[in-house]
């Protein structure tokens, strides 16, 4: 197995491409922490306590922990018990994000804050709170979940009415901010054996935040995480600096380009 062993932090993993992940890490032997705020079902259906349940109910091992990753004490804390309870950190997963799709005219400024404390500040604090673990034990893999919205203008979601819609500014302008994080650590840590590379859903991926949020989407048109984007992640949170490292992929191409069906 690809992860055998392996202990994987992954962020917003209640539900959607996050629950995706954390299920295929765990079919392929990774020990996942589960995090995300859901502790009890709200809007969204889903909470850390199911997702591990259910991987455990598949043979798979997981710990659930309640994180805020907009916060660093809590994400300080979600490492601290990491440690404590399964002793490393070998993959970080950043997939917690806030979608937000409003033309800049009407976009109140908290909620370009909020975007922009989920999808870049959270990253950051994740990364910065799992680097000192491993870089003393010399290797790791840094995994942040982006979208197409970082370079195209239009959305890949297909509407019912047939017409593109913008991707949103706050929300492009936050992964374009991620990508480039991405690229920029994965030189800072190449030298401490850690590989950090990004990852894109080439399709509209199904979630069932895209789906409440969105509701003139054709659901017809979507794909299941499964069929590539957890494939490629699972392939790239196997990497090491000696591999491949400082990428942007669409999970489509990857899986494709190394034949990961």
């Not at 109140?108 to 500040?121: A, C, E, F, Q, S």
């Not at 893999?141 to 979208?147: D, Q, V």
């Not at 239009?154 to 991620?178: I, V």
Request: charged letters at 25%; hydrophobic letters at 40%; one cysteine or more.
């Amino acid at each position: 197995m690809k992860l055998e062993g392996k202990v994987a932090i992954i962020t917003g993993s209640t539900r959607g491409i996050g629950k995706a992940i954390a299920i295929d890490f765990a079919k392929e032997g990774a020990i996942v922490v589960v995090t995300g705020r859901s502790k009890v079902d709200g809007k969204l259906p889903g909470t850390i306590y199911e997702t591990a349940k259910e991987i455990e109910r598949n043979g798979g091992k997981a710990i659930a922990i309640k994180c805020d990753i907009s916060l660093e004490e809590e994400v300080d804390d979600l490492v601290k018990r990491t440690l404590t309870e399964l002793g490393s950190v070998d993959v970080l997963v950043n997939n917690a994000a806030v979608a937000y799709y409003r033309p800049v005219t009407e976009t109140p400024t908290k909620h370009w804050d909020l975007v922009m404390r989920i999808n870049v500040r959270g990253p950051f604090l994740c990364i910065k709170a799992v680097l000192p673990v491993m870089i003393e034990q010399k290797s790791g893999s840094i995994l942040n979940i982006s979208s197409s919205a970082a370079e195209n203008i239009f959305s890949f979601m297909e509407r019912t009415d047939g017409e593109k819609h913008l991707s949103g500014c706050a929300y492009g302008g936050s992964k374009a901010a991620l990508e480039r994080l991405s690229r920029g650590l994965a030189e800072e840590v190449r030298e401490h054996n850690i590989a950090v590379n990004t990852l894109r859903p080439a399709k509209a991926t199904w979630s069932e935040g895209a789906v409440l949020w969105n509701p003139d989407l054709d659901e017809s048109t979507f794909i299941s995480p499964h069929l590539y984007l957890t494939k490629a992640a699972t392939f790239l949170a196997a990497q090491d600096a000696d591999g491949i490292t400082g990428g942007v992929f669409y999970d489509k191409d990857l899986c494709e380009q190394y034949k990961l069906f």
